[in-house]
């Protein structure tokens, strides 16, 4: 990445696709809430008391929507701006914050919220929605100026998220328990729904869930396999958004004798350790 001029300045907004998409939910879901509110009211279509109570609960239900929506709209036009001595986040609708780089303390990514969240010493927040515009630049600026976070010289240990073993787990319960239901009432045929339990068994074994990042060498652990891989035989260490499920950063490790890439996805602290590894990479090659 090319230096930056010493009044460098950049902002940051959401995506038009996101905007756009948060407008027609807010109009969709109050045109519904407005209808429903009406139909309580009109006696031709609430004759029968079952009619009533239903048009009641699908009031509720799209009020609670169209509050979600509002919320989210009141972010639309927040903006993030990055500068070479600081980051901060601009809104209309709330308090703007500032931090100094050397006052951010950690970075956490949010899979709920699909975000990052930037936290200063004193416990102020940031948000990065990962559908801002030109997403990949500001994740290179961010680690432009959080190299600090990443002067790790001794070992680290990073491990996968705790929801991910929460949501495989469900889903294998709720499957197999299932199958085993349906065993038990003779209806064998019921045993293939093991087979929607196959994707989660092989994310439990094949998924690496254990990094040890030294400066000379990488230890990647999953159930049944090991691997240790030394810095000197990666080529490219870098961060990218991963969208082939719910959006999620992930680290992708490629080596000098293979194109074959290592991805590592829905880790804690993932910015992190993408920072040491990066951190001790750069530090072996210039060794």
């Known amino acids: 990445m090319p230096s930056r001029p010493d009044a460098f300045s950049e902002t940051f907004g959401l995506t038009r696709g996101m905007k756009g998409m948060v407008a027609f939910g807010l109009a969709f879901f109050s045109i519904e809430l407005l209808a429903s509110i009406a139909f309580w009211f009109i006696p031709a279509f609430n004759k029968h008391p079952a009619l009533r109570w239903t048009w009641l609960a699908s009031a509720v239900g799209y009020a609670v929507f169209v509050a979600l929506f509002i919320s989210v709209w009141r972010r639309t036009n927040d903006c993030i701006e990055i500068t070479n001595e600081s980051v901060a986040s601009h809104s209309p609708h709330g308090r703007n914050i500032m931090m100094k780089w050397g006052e951010i303390a950690a970075i956490e990514e949010s899979l ?154 829905r880790f804690k602290n993932i910015f992190h350790l993408h920072l040491v590894m990066k951190h001790n990479h750069e530090r072996t090659l210039d060794s």
């Open 112 to 265: 709920q919220g699909a975000c990052l969240k930037l936290r200063s010493m004193n416990g102020e927040t940031i948000r990065v929605e990962y559908q801002t515009e030109n997403l990949p630049d500001v994740l290179n600026l961010l680690e432009r100026n959080l190299e600090h976070l990443g002067n790790n010289t001794e070992g680290a240990v990073f491990r996968k998220r705790g929801d991910f073993y929460a949501v495989h787990l469900l889903i294998l319960v709720f499957f197999a328990g299932g199958a085993a239901w349906a065993c038990t009432l003779g209806l064998y045929w019921g045993a293939i729904l093991l087979l929607f339990t196959l994707p989660t068994l092989k994310a439990f074994v094949a998924e690496p869930c254990k990094v040890i990042v030294e400066p000379a060498r990488i230890s990647i652990q999953s159930t049944f396999r090991h691997r240790i891989i030394d810095m000197s035989d990666i080529r490219d260490v870098r961060l990218d958004l991963d969208q082939s499920r719910d959006p999620a950063l992930a680290v992708l490790i490629s080596g000098r004798r293979t194109n074959a890439e290592i991805k590592l996805i």
